[in-house]
T-cell receptor, first 112, second 115 residues
Framework: GAGVSQSPSNKVTEKGKDVELRCDPI?????LYWYRQSLGQGLEFLIY????????KSGLPSDRFSAERTGGSVSTLTIQRTQQEDSAVYLC??????????FGPGTRLTVT | AQSVTQLDSHVSVSEGTPVLLRCNYS??????LFWYVQHPNKGLQLLLK??????LVKGINGFEAEFKKSETSFHLTKPSAHMSDAAEYFC?????????????FGTGTLLAVQP
């Protein structure tokens, strides 16, 4: 079956611009997660959705970062006024049961 | 607090020899532990998981891990390395309960397999 998909696969943007990253979870998975993978910070949790609500958004680095999920499916991670330190691979995962998260291929964001 | 420590950032083995990737965990309760693998320019793939059932867990591609509470360890092993095993491996603990459900990753171990 189809796995988690993310778009775009690569995004290059200028400092100060806004970007939107999209995640399509595995059909039927109620939970969705965003993580970030960068050289300096490793793999870090950003936000967790259960259905359309986000009970844990403790990993969002600043108020420039926001995310939403609609219809219990697609999620968008938005970064406003991008900075060079936002450059990273943004990973989305989904799960049906709590302890088994399936990851997408990621979006590589480069801020110039 | 939940955390994992991967003791080696790089491991190099010869093809056909055993693999040992070490991981120690810290947890205030009985943890759920995982190993994920990431091949170059690929996404993360779940290799195996421990969720308080059998302490010896078998995963894909011949990998297994043993949960040892007395040593707070969850080392990943494979009897015979293959060239295709070259990748980065992450030991992971889950923080689940209340309003959260998230994975906490170790810093990763890069496995090189020499011909």
């Amino acid at each position: 079956g189809a796995g988690v998909s993310q778009s775009p696969s690569n995004k290059v943007t200028e400092k100060g611009k806004d970007v939107e990253l999209r995640c399509d979870p595995i059909s039927g998975h109620t939970a969705l997660y965003w993580y970030r993978q960068s050289l300096g910070q490793g793999l870090e949790f950003l936000i967790y959705f259960q259905g359309n609500s986000a009970p844990d958004k403790s990993g969002l680095p600043s108020d420039r970062f926001s995310a939403e999920r609609t219809g219990g499916s697609v999620s968008t991670l938005t970064i406003q006024r991008t900075q060079q330190e936002d450059s990273a691979v943004y990973l989305c995962a989904s799960s049906l049961i709590p302890h088994e998260q399936y990851f997408g291929p990621g979006t590589r964001l480069t801020v110039t | 607090a939940q955390s994992v420590t991967q003791l080696d950032s790089h491991v190099s083995v010869s093809e056909g020899t055993p693999v040992l990737l070490r991981c120690n965990y810290s947890s205030s309760y009985s943890p759920s532990l995982f190993w994920y693998v990431q091949h170059p320019n690929k996404g993360l793939q779940l290799l195996l998981k421990y969720t308080s059932a059998a302490t010896l867990v078998k995963g894909i591609n011949g990998f297994e891990a043993e949960f040892k509470k007395s040593e707070t360890s969850f080392h990943l092993t494979k009897p015979s390395a293959h060239m295709s095993d070259a990748a980065e491996y992450f030991c992971v603990v889950t923080l689940y309960g209340g309003a959260t459900n998230k994975l906490i990753f170790g810093t990763g171990t890069l496995l090189a397999v020499q011909p």
